[in-house]
Each structure stands twice: as C-alpha cells, then as structure tokens.
C-alpha cells in the first residue's frame, strides 16, 4: 500500500519513559499504530520527521474524570466535547474519560447514547465514558449489563452525595456493587455523605452563611472520610473492587490507603485540583474568585492536602488522576451569588494536569518520569482496561505520545489557555514540563504549543469488562475465601422452647444462669461465653416448642479485606 508522509512518523532522539522503564530511542509510527521503537530505525522515505533531542517521550496522558457540558444544577458545563478535548491536548492529555449521568428514572442507555452523540460530533481527542448509576430498580441492573456487553462501558458512579438527586443510600449501594461485582465492571463512588450535607448547609445559610466558605464548612474532611470508609466496606462486603473518584483530602486519602493495606481492591484518584491547589481560596474577599473554587468534595482548608496527596500518590497509595473538569463560567457560578448551594460545583484541570503533576510530583524530587507516567496515564489505561492499547509506548499500542520539554517553562493563566472558561485555578503557577509536540492516533495535533486539532477526530474506546488489572484476583480470593461450615455431630442436648415471642422461662430451656431471670436466645460467643448482647433479656409471655437448630457456625479463611467478620473474600 502505497503510504502518504501523512501517515508515516518518526520520533527521533528522544528518551522514551514508559511506566516502568526509561531509553533512548526512537519511535516510528504508521497509520496511527506503533511499528517500531529502538535505535537506527529503517523508515521509508518520505516519512515525517519530529525532533525529540532533549526530551522524554512519553505516553499521551488519560485524564480519568471530566465532565465537558454536563447539564448540572440548572446550566451546563462551559467547556464542552470541542473545547474541553481541544485544551486537553494542548496540555498533552491524549484521551479523556467523560461521564453519562442519567436523571433519576432515567434509563441509563439513552443516556449513554445522548453523551455519544454529543461526544461523537465534537471531540477531538479519544475518549471513553463512565456510567452514573443515580437511581435504582431492576431494569437499571439489567442495562448495566447491556452496557457492558454492548456498549463498551466497564465501569459505573455512584454518588452518596447529591441528596434529592444523584445520590443513592445504602441498600441501592450495595445492590449496585453487587451487580457491578456479577458483570465484571468496576465501581466507583463520589464519597461524600449527602445527608450532613443537605443538614449542614440548612445550618449554615440559617447562621446567615451564604458565601462560598459556606460550601466547605458544611461538607468537612471527615464528611468525605465516612463515605470513603463506607463505601470501601460495602463494597468489601460484597467483594467488589471499587474506585474512589476526586480524593480531595488527607483523611479520605488515608481510607484508601488502610483499606489497601487490609487487602481491599479499592483505587484512588486524586484530581488536578486537589494536588495543585488548596481550600483557603472559599475564604478570599473576591466572591467570585471563592466561588470559582466551589467543587464537591471541596478543596481542602489544610494548605498542606496537595503535599500529602501527591506523596501517597507517588508512593503507590493512589494511583491515577483524573481532573473532574466542569467549568462554569463567572455568570453561571453567580446562580449562587446568595446561596452557596446554588454555585454550579466544578472546576478546570483537563488542560493543565500533565504540567501541575509534573511540577509538584518530578521537580518536588517525589516521582521519577516513570512514576509520573504511570500516574498520568498507564495506570488509568490498566485500571480501565485499555492496555496496552493505550498508556505504553510499544509495539502495536496507539500513538497517543508526547514530547515532553521538561525544562521549559509557562505561567498557567486563564488568559492564554484553551479552555472556554474564564477563570483558571492554577492562575499565576509557573510550571516546568510542556508539550511540545502531541501526537493522537499518529498525527501531530500540537506543535510548538500550535493546537491543530479538528473537532469529530477522536474516537471512543470502547473498555471491556473484566479488567485483570481489577478482577485478576477476585475469582481466586472468592475460591479461598468461600465461607466453609464446620463438620460437627448434631447437638443431642436439651432445645429451648420459644414461645411466640422468641422467650422461655430459664427452668423449661435448660440453660441456666447466675440470675434467673436472664435467657439467652443467641448462640455462645466463638469461645463459648455467653453473648453479651443478649445478658439483659426478660421473661414475658407463653412459651411454644420450637425445635429450630441454631445457625452453623461460619469459618472464613484468612479474609483478605480485613478483619472485618463476614468478610468472604
Ligand atoms: O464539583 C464537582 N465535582 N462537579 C462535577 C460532578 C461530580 O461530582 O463529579
Ligand atoms: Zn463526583
Ligand atoms: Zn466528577
């Protein structure tokens, strides 16, 4: 077949950085596919050449979390599927993963097909989506399903804030897990406990708080760490691995980080915003300054969050970072101008991830490229089941890859990004690392900070179900840990009689103790004494004969996941 130079790329004198080893090669490109990497390349003439001398080259990043023209609490998004992607590549962010939220009663289908239809016209960068799980029922369980055999969807949110909206209890939550347990997808859950939410800012606006301080004084750390410890049993409980999307502070952090070291399949996303920036800003004079800050969770007050964060992250606690890009401009965030719970909540990062990371993960001296890498892309590609498609450069993966200045400088500012929003959360840091050249599908679409990119030119990838990088050790730990019933002769002995209401009189049970008038209807402890929970029972009523046995006592071998009892997996 006859090649344009269009089609062909060679990357020359670059040091390739993949997550888990750095080279000097170069890196030639047919057709938007990898075909080469290595030293002294043959390439057919006519082949497009870029420079790399000097820099790293490495994979194009995987923003995990955006929200481009979400319809949310009565606008949308500014920054949409043309703008958000278009200012993600400028950044060096080669694919975004965006999310379908459907109402409440809402088939999660359609709203998936609306998010590829408005996604599909305008992208110019690929992208994958999440689903929201924002109410439950049967027929929610079944298209989850359907969404993963035919939709190319392998993972769903769910939110335990947004009271009145999105927000799912417990029950919906477990049964949610559950399924997402039975078809292989991976749970994720925006951790916040909505009910003191909602409680909280009713005080606050009566204390005649209205501004955006308002926001975070009613939804504080440990607000966040409860859900984040909830979730993370729950979904335990039921044996489903689980993603913690927009960590924002170091308690919440920190439940990510025991609950893995208890052996829990749970992963943590840190966000742009959360390693770049601070919650002081809901206390600046300027209102809309405060208020362009406003997201849920919120920044955190504790300026040294971002510090902590990025060394969990760096150490392997957490493990990708996404942005929650949803940007409303000056006049949208002014919905809120007398009611905190009013401000549209969200905030930028899509463009400036890659530089914020770089300068407070590789130049702070935390993370080697590698790690960087692996933070910024390889691992969202592994946890979502893309690799090695995307998030390596190699052989036969997508070439998604940027070159990398890591000396050069900018200042971020909203007055020279990309972005269709007004405001930028960054404004005023100076940032090593920019990309100099990106590169999507193998075409270049930034030279020399130059954006060339063309709406509609990205694609959706699909991300298939059963991820090994997730589900790789679930099927195993649910064979080990099955719970086994302990082979026993029958109990012989005398058998309680229970009258209707479940009490006997000590004399007729043949149980005897100290006071006679306590009875215990529970078995004994595991080491025979008696249940403290029932030491304080009393008689009343009839009794009837009731010959039920006992439930059988339960072993459960080693349970990874914790200590927890009923831990089956
Ligand atoms: O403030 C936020 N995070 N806005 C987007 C919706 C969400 O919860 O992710
Ligand atoms: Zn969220
Ligand atoms: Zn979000």
């Given at each position: 077949m006859l090649l344009s130079a269009q089609n062909r790329l060679l990357i020359k004198g670059g040091r390739v950085v993949n997550d888990d080893m750095m080279q000097d090669a170069d890196v030639y490109i047919e057709d938007g596919i990898i075909k080469q990497v290595g030293l002294n390349l043959h390439t057919p003439g006519g082949t497009r050449v870029v420079e790399a001398k000097g820099h790293l080259v490495i994979p194009g990043g995987i923003d995990t979390h955006t929200h481009m023209q979400l319809p949310f609490m009565g606008t949308f998004a500014v920054d949409d599927f043309y703008t958000g992607t278009r200012a993600a590549l400028a950044g060096g962010t080669t694919m975004i993963m965006d999310f379908a939220l459907p109402q409440r009663g809402e088939s999660l289908v359609e709203a998936y097909h609306r998010w590829r239809t408005w996604a599909d016209a305008k992208v110019c960068c690929d992208y994958a989506l999440h689903v929201g799980v924002t109410w439950w029922s049967d027929k929610v369980g079944e298209e989850m399903q359907e969404l993963t055999e035919e939709n190319g969807i392998n993972s769903f949110k769910m939110f335990m804030a947004y009271k009145d909206t999105w927000q799912l209890g417990d029950e919906d939550l477990l049964k949610s897990f559950k399924r997402c347990k039975e078809i292989g997808a991976l749970a994720q859950v925006h951790a916040e406990n909505g009910d003191i939410i909602k409680e909280n800012s009713r005080k606050m606006l009566a204390l005649g708080i209205t501004g955006p301080e308002g926001h975070e004084m009613c939804r504080s750390e440990e607000v966040e760490a409860e859900a984040t410890n909830r979730a993370c049993v729950l979904a335990n409980q039921v044996g489903c691995p689980l993603y913690i999307v927009h960590v924002m502070s170091k308690s919440a952090a920190d439940v990510v980080s025991s609950k893995r070291k208890q052996g829990h399949i749970v992963f943590g996303e840190p966000i742009a915003a959360s390693l770049g920036t601070?919650?002081?800003?809901?206390?600046?004079?300027c209102w809309r300054h405060a208020a362009a800050h406003v997201m849920g969770p919120p920044l955190r007050p504790d300026p040294d969050t971002p510090r902590y964060l990025m060394d969990l992250l760096a150490n392997g606690d957490l493990q990708t970072t996404g942005t929650d890009n949803c940007t409303f401009s000056a006049s949208q965030k002014a919905l809120g101008k007398d009611d905190f719970t009013k401000i549209p909540n969200g905030v930028n990062g899509v463009e400036d991830r890659m530089s914020v990371i770089w300068e407070k993960g590789v130049v702070s001296g935390k993370m080697d490229p590698c790690r960087f890498v692996a933070v910024t892309s390889t691992n969202a590609a592994k946890v979502f089941n893309i690799y090695p498609k995307k998030g390596r450069i190699a052989v036969?993966?997508?070439?998604?890859?940027v070159v990398w200045n890591p000396h050069a400088t900018r200042v971020i500012s909203a007055k020279t990004h990309h972005q269709a929003v007004d405001f930028n959360i960054f404004e005023g840091m100076e940032v090593h690392g920019i990309a100099d050249y990106v590169i999507c599908h193998g075409r270049v679409v930034v030279e020399e900070g130059e954006v060339r990119a063309v709406s509609g030119m990205g694609k959706f990838v699909p991300t298939p179900s059963h991820c090994p990088h997730v589900y790789g050790r679930v099927q195993e730990r649910d064979r080990t840990n099955a719970p086994c019933k302990v082979e026993r002769a029958p109990y012989d002995g005398p058998v309680t009689q229970l009258n209707g209401q479940g009490r006997v009189p000590v004399q007729e049970s043949g149980i005897m103790a100290a006071n006679q008038e306590t009875f215990y209807t529970r078995g004994p402890t595991r080491?025979?004494?008696?249940?403290l929970h029932d030491s304080s029972f009393h008689v009343s009523g009839a009794q009837v004969n009731d010959k039920s046995p006992k439930r059988p006592s339960v072993k459960v071998n080693n349970p990874p996941g914790g200590k927890t009892s009923g831990s089956f997996w």
């Open positions: 601070n919650g002081t800003h809901y206390w600046h004079k036969g993966s997508d070439a998604d890859i080491s025979g004494g008696v249940n």
